[in-house]
């Protein structure tokens, strides 16, 4: 699955064996939208917040925020909506003061006047937010099955970063919107995050070790290769497919 290595360091600290092998973003994309009449943090005290799931790559970036905002997790109610769409709804709605929203949402709430609290996405935070996420057990018995996955994502990044054109058609019919200020937004919330090399960034891992446990959250070990396995990236590189994907796009 897709995963952020946040969620993934608290599975495996509760006993799972996962592995992150490939991740294609290097920043936090997410932005804290409240309910137009929410104009301070203050005005958020004692209201819902909608995440998606407890534990999510959301939900971490929530506390996150709420921390910045100089509020504590327990000033608010969280509660769990689901995907997107949902939260975007909810908000919209009223049913909740505040939400974390990715682009086209981000674009669109400003636009409906919604109050844009803090914004995750423009602090640039070098993270790992989003990765392609296994069994260890997975790296010995799939390894030909995995190799061929990362080649999959990996050549469509590229494909994407250089067919704009193709690439807002899909953002359009994925995200259910004909606005072009949301699909260019999207478009270029792609451009800014993606990573070509898909390797997890330790940079990234730092940040995630450092602000899980800023906000009380244990991740036991630290070591980068106890959640992230750099190996099939490795092997890919030495035969050469990344340096096929550069003169295949004509990315430098």
Excluded: C
Aim: glycine fraction near 6%; charged fraction near 25%.
């Amino acid at each position: 699955m897709h995963a952020g290595l946040g969620p993934l360091a608290q599975a495996n600290r509760e006993g799972a064996d996962l592995r992150m092998i490939a991740s294609t973003t290097r920043s936090i994309p997410f932005a804290f939208f409240a309910a137009p009449e929410i104009k301070t943090a203050a005005d958020l005290r004692g209201g819902v917040v909608a995440v998606a799931t407890f534990g999510s790559e959301g939900d971490i970036a929530t506390t996150m925020a709420l921390q910045r905002l100089g509020l504590g997790r327990k000033e608010v109610v969280v509660v769990q909506v689901g995907e997107f769409s949902k939260r975007f709804a909810v908000l919209l709605s009223g049913q909740a003061k505040a939400t974390m929203l990715v682009e086209p949402a981000s674009t669109i709430a400003r636009e409906r006047g919604l109050t844009q609290l803090f914004d995750l996405a423009a602090a640039k935070i070098p993270w790992v937010s989003a990765g392609l996420t296994v069994r260890r057990a997975a790296l010995q018995t799939q390894r030909d099955l995995l190799a061929r996955l990362i080649r999959a994502e990996v050549e469509a990044a590229y494909f994407a970063a250089v067919n704009e054109r193709s690439s807002k058609e899909l953002i359009a019919q994925k995200f259910k919107t004909a606005d072009p200020k949301a699909i260019d937004a999207t478009y270029r919330d792609f451009k800014r995050i993606v990573q070509l090399d898909a390797e997890p960034s330790t940079a990234g891992a730092a940040n995630v070790f450092k602000e899980l446990e800023a906000i009380g959250i244990s991740v036991g070990s630290r070591s980068v290769e106890d959640y992230i396995d750099y190996s099939v990236l490795r092997s890919l590189a030495k035969d050469g497919f990344f340096d096929a994907m550069k003169r295949k796009y004509s990315v430098q």
